[in-house]
């Protein structure tokens, strides 16, 4: 294990080591802390980044494995975390923190650079994250350490809705049908995305309870689905809307009929909307939710490696990849 003393000698640092289930309290704490300390220095005096879910900090670290990591100092308090997440050759990070008494000293970039190694060497061809696009501050920080800016994410919202659709669900199939929709699922993701597997994500939701996963077949076939979590992403908050964490859709007909099974969906689940991180360069997924009376709720900056972009949206189909839990 490494350890990191700053010029301030004191505390000293130790790390990484693994994030076990009885640190997502001390995890949540330092989020919750970091994010808010942003935000003032953002502008934003008074405004708080409430604790999330933790059902869903378990998703996040089983999901990440050994990209699921904290630094401690010598007291044995959480210093920092980061989650590095990997589905197939895709790999990003998120969320990551350094408590707010330890920033400045060195201890963002270690994290970073942690979770950059790790995905490298686990094979990732694209590696990147997201970050607020009005914080100069971390877009500057990222770009030192070789990453670049590409497009805004877009949260764009729909109302749930009541449709005719036949809504077909993996957790409502027998065992066997489901492990072969899930490599129907995996088959599509890699024919769209050559390397990308969503499949770890399909499990850990259905095996956590968080969500589902909605699928839309055509001729007995997988076309599209989209990976959903209907659980409450802050501590102690009603359900309130489904968020959508992965959407792959054949073609541009599959997509907007897959919408339409995402609003019923929603419906179903007692909600009041969806909610659909749309990358930037899916302009045409994007035009067609605004169309139908979608709106954007929040924008994140997606920021790539510079060795590791991403592949553009294909001409027919999309694929949007969610890079916040």
């Known amino acids: 294990m490494a350890s990191l003393r700053t010029w301030r000698s004191d505390p000293v640092i130790t790390g990484p080591e693994p994030i076990q289930p009885d640190d997502i309290a001390a995890v949540n704490t330092v989020f919750s802390d970091a994010f808010s300390e942003r935000y003032r220095k ?17 998703y996040a670290i089983a999901g990440a494995g050994a990209g699921a990591v904290l630094w401690r100092t010598d007291r044995g308090t959480v210093a920092a975390f980061n989650i590095a997440h990997r589905s197939g050759l895709e790999g990003w990070m998120g969320p990551l923190a350094v ?20 995905l490298r060497s686990s094979g990732c061809r694209v590696i990147g994250l997201e970050t607020m696009p009005r914080t100069m501050d971390n877009i500057g920080f990222y770009s030192q ?17 009541t449709s005719d659709s036949a809504i077909t669900l993996p957790s409502r199939l ?3 049908d489901r492990d072969d929709a899930m490599a129907e699922c995996a088959d599509l993701t890699d024919a769209m995305r050559a390397g990308y597997d969503f499949t770890r994500e399909m499990r ?21 689905f989209a990976i959903c979590h209907s659980a409450p992403l802050v501590e102690g908050r009603a359900r309130d809307e489904v968020r959508v964490l992965k959407f792959v859709a054949q073609t541009d007909g599959d997509a907007l009929q897959l919408v339409t099974h995402l609003t019923e969906y929603a419906r179903r689940c007692g909600t009041r909307r969806v909610a659909i ?15 139908r009376g979608g709106r954007v709720r929040w924008t994140d900056l997606r920021m790539t490696l510079a ?19």
Do not use: C
């Not at 070789?146 to 809705?161: E, K, N, R």
């Not at 991403?310 to 916040?324: R, Y």
């Open 277 to 291: 991180r749309v990358q930037g360069d899916a302009t045409r997924l994007y035009r067609a939710l605004i169309k």
């Open 99 to 118: 408590a707010p008494e330890l920033q400045a000293r060195g201890m963002g970039r270690t994290i970073v650079e942690f979770g950059m190694e790790h």
């Open 145 to 161: 350490l070789s990453f670049v800016p590409g497009p805004l994410t877009m949260t764009v919202t729909l109302d749930a809705a």
């Open 204 to 224: 850990i939701t259905d095996s956590l309870a968080l969500g589902d996963t909605v699928l839309l077949r055509r001729d007995e076939a997988i076309v599209a």
């Open 307 to 325: 060795s590791y972009p991403e592949a553009a949206q294909p001409d027919d189909g999309v694929m949007l990849s969610n890079w916040e839990i």
């Open 174 to 176: 027998p065992v066997l």
């Open 42 to 58: 953002d502008g934003m005096v008074g405004v708080r980044v409430p604790f999330l879910n933790p059902l869903i900090w378990r």
